[in-house]
């Protein structure tokens, strides 16, 4: 029985596995469950877990910028999380933004500039308004103690043409939104769950700013930025994935059975999940009140495809806006991202 420890977010599609409702005959895995930003903030800074959830958009920067002694890792084809984080976008009042179009020229924060999340969202941008990353004045929010971006080296190596600013320990997005040095930022009040957190409150940061039934403060997307994600998809035949599941590549060399093992359980949890859907929705739907026959009438029977050939098309897009952006000087490619044994799933 070989011994993994396995991080990964709180997830429904992951749940079966955490709960033990799916094991494995080969494999004792130990789980921890974290929040995205600690969890990949300790992926890059202490490479400590032998299976974890990880951002594609950070992966391919670690594995060009990689010093040769960690971030060895190898991804399998698992895709537990859309990118639609930036859905709950605020906007100051003031700042004369009605539509997403509006944002050309303007100051939006986001957590960290390497982050898969933001890297779709200026895909978005690109893609439906043809604003490039350089059409904006970019904010992270994130100190550079605890920025992913800044790990990898983001801020020292930013992409050409794009001016990053870091925000200081006393700036915080809604602070500077409520103040009008901001005209727009998402994860204005981060998600937080202290059972969850080792570092507590310092990766996002909120600094108290009352943001129900403030004047100066407003959400962008009435719809939770459904008709965005319609429109997106509409374009580029893309719902675009955040994270993916990784493997320390000694583990992998040295049982090569792993990666499959491993993609057949999440596989397996994932399709328990489905069937706990009907009192469980989270595990299916992408927006909040969507129903399910709509949502696969448009996207497809499962919104949420583990494997290689689901997802290729978004994957190589993804690559090639991180390339054209500077955020990977190579473009990376899936085959060199993915465990091989994965390829033809």
Do not use: C
């Not at 969890?39 to 040769?68: C, H, Q, T």
């Not at 991180?322 to 990977?328: A, C, M």
């Amino acid at each position: 029985m070989l011994n993994l420890t396995v991080a990964v977010t709180r997830n429904p599609r992951f749940e079966p596995l955490i709960d033990g409702t799916v094991t494995s005959k080969i494999l004792n895995l130990q789980f921890v469950v974290t929040t995205p930003p600690e969890l990949f903030y300790r992926n890059l800074k202490y490479d400590e877990f032998d299976v974890f959830e990880m951002s594609l958009s950070e992966l391919a920067i670690s594995r060009e910028r990689s010093p040769g002694t960690r971030w060895q890792w190898n991804a399998l084809p698992i895709f537990p999380a859309k990118a639609f984080l930036w859905s709950g976008l605020y906007v100051n009042s003031q700042a004369g933004i009605r539509g997403i179009d509006d944002l050309r020229g303007k100051r939006v924060g986001v957590p960290d500039y390497a982050m898969t999340a933001a890297l779709w969202f200026r895909s978005f941008l690109k893609e439906l308004y043809a604003i490039k990353p350089q059409d904006v004045s970019w904010y992270v929010g994130r100190l550079k103690q605890f920025s992913h971006g800044a790990i990898l080296g983001i801020d020292k190596d930013p992409p050409a043409g794009v001016l990053l600013n870091w925000l200081t320990e006393e700036q915080t997005f809604d602070r500077m939104l409520d103040r009008g040095d901001l005209d727009a930022a998402y994860s204005v009040v981060p998600r937080h769950d202290p059972k969850l957190q080792t570092f507590g409150n310092n990766i996002d940061r909120y600094g108290g700013t009352p943001i129900a039934g403030n004047p100066r403060l407003r959400k962008l997307f009435d719809d939770g930025g459904r008709q965005l994600v319609i429109d997106y998809f509409r374009k580029t035949g893309i719902v675009p994935a955040n994270h993916t599941i990784a493997v320390q590549k000694r583990l992998l060399n040295e049982y090569p059975w792993l990666a499959l093992e491993l993609f057949k359980l999440f596989q397996e949890a994932k399709q328990v999940a489905y069937e706990n859907a009907k009192r469980w929705s989270a595990a299916y739907l992408y927006f909040e009140g969507n129903d399910a026959a709509s949502q696969a009438n448009l996207f497809g029977d499962d919104p949420y495809p583990y494997g290689i050939k689901a997802n290729q098309k978004m994957l190589e897009l993804l690559y090639r806006n991180s390339h054209e952006e500077g955020l990977t000087h190579r473009r990376a490619r899936v085959e060199d991202i993915f465990h091989p044994s994965t390829l033809d799933t």
